[in-house]
């Protein structure tokens, strides 16, 4: 893998992510406190900087814009990010406006309205956790991948910290993926990660292909975006399946 800065990141959330986090390589959970050494951690490392934008701006300036005839959703965001992002290389805040973003979008009001009832909210914070952590993840506008680590593969990543079997690793992807089936959701999703400068993208058809998302700028070349995921997917699976602590039933 290729690093080009291996300071620690370190930053302190609203919630205490669970301690089984530090079954993966170079992360360490104490509560809030949350230290990821990324020559450990990422499978691939080429960039520390990323677009943020501030959450309250969101919160105040988009959540509640409605699209009109003159200017889809997309537009809105696109309008905002061009407008309030901001380029930085400090992890600590991109984890956490990425921990506001997904605090709103796995909120518990939805559990009535996902039709699957063995999700709870106890599912929806292991969502909230493994998408935080998603969020250091990068894709260039060239479309080439150059930050990927462990939440990068959902299903996998969830299994090995949270201890799920197959099946529940596939629903609780599926409510991840929720977004593409739900326009309610869809519009929440692309409003709330106007603050994570992109928009999410997925490279999977369903849940048994586990092709991860990201949060990717717009104007990001999906083309490149596929052939890069499909040639380095598969090996690094399954060296995050490697830490699974108790068998899949």
Known sequence: MTTIDTTAITVELPEAFDPRWSRL??????????????????????SNTWLVADWELVKSQLLGADETTESAVEQLALDFIKNHGESTSD???VLATAYEVYAYL???????????PQITADHLR????????????????????????????FPA??????????????????VYHGGWFNEHRRIESIKAHAALGGRLVHGC??????????VAPYGASMANFRDDLAAFKAGWIEQVYAHRVTPAA
């Open 205 to 214: 058809q369903s849940v048994p292909d586990q092709s991860g998302g990201v």
């Open 157 to 174: 990543a969830t299994s090995v910290v949270f201890d799920l079997d197959d099946e529940m690793g596939g629903i609780l992807d599926e």
């Open 126 to 153: 292991m969502l909230r956790e493994a998408a935080t952590l998603m969020a250091l993840n990068k894709v260039e506008l060239d479309g080439h991948i150059s930050n990927v680590g462990p939440c990068w593969f």
């Open 106 to 116: 796995f909120r518990d009001e939805h559990l009535a309205g996902l039709g699957l």
């Open 25 to 46: 390589p170079g992360i360490q959970v104490d509560g809030r406190r949350i230290r990821i050494d990324p020559a450990e951690y990422f499978f691939r490392f080429e």
């Open 91 to 93: 992890a600590a805040r």
